[in-house]
């Protein structure tokens, strides 16, 4: 494993300071589901989990967590899959895009992709989590904290 790995006990994500002001409007790839994100995410983060991957297609996925009462869908009901106990995954059910992640863990938020804002440069990550189920050959040059599972949920 990654000698920069930290363990799970660490302090949760740092403050989101990036991204304090406006409303963020997103969305699938054909159109038929828009959402919008009253303000600033909790945090933001790059997951490395293997379900994830099947899910999204992609070796590495980027979400931001909200309150859940901050999330509406604005356009267009997202279909739903139980792809755990206790975790509901969000998508378009006309072209199949991710949308959403939702957990009994976390029951007070929903994690959005960051990429599919229509704005995501604002964004910006601040964590890797799940590096221990990174896949081998997906190397990231950066200085962002990288844990193993998740780091504290306080
Ligand atoms: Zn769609
Ligand atoms: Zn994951």
């Not at 009901?77 to 939702?102: D, K, N, Q, W």
């Not at 590096?131 to 949920?153: C, G, K, V």
Request: hydrophobic share 35%.
């Amino acid at each position: 494993m990654d000698a920069r790995v930290k363990p799970a006990q660490d302090a949760r994500f740092g403050v989101m300071r990036a991204m304090s002001q406006g409303i963020g409007n997103g969305g699938c790839l054909c159109g038929a589901i828009r959402f919008q994100a009253d303000g600033a995410p909790t945090w933001v983060a790059h997951c490395h989990c293997g379900t994830c991957r099947r899910a999204t297609g992609a070796p590495v996925t980027t979400y931001a967590g909200f309150p859940r009462d901050r999330v509406r869908f604005v356009k267009g009901t997202p279909r739903t899959f139980a792809s755990s106990p206790g975790v509901t995954r969000s998508f378009c059910g006309g072209c199949g895009t991710p949308l959403a992640y939702a957990s009994e863990r976390w029951p007070d938020e929903i994690h959005l992709f960051v990429v599919s804002f229509d704005d995501a440069t604002a964004l910006r990550p601040q964590a890797h989590v799940n590096m221990a189920e990174q896949m081998p050959w997906l190397t990231i040059h950066d200085d962002l904290p990288r844990y193993a599972t998740f780091p504290n949920s306080a």
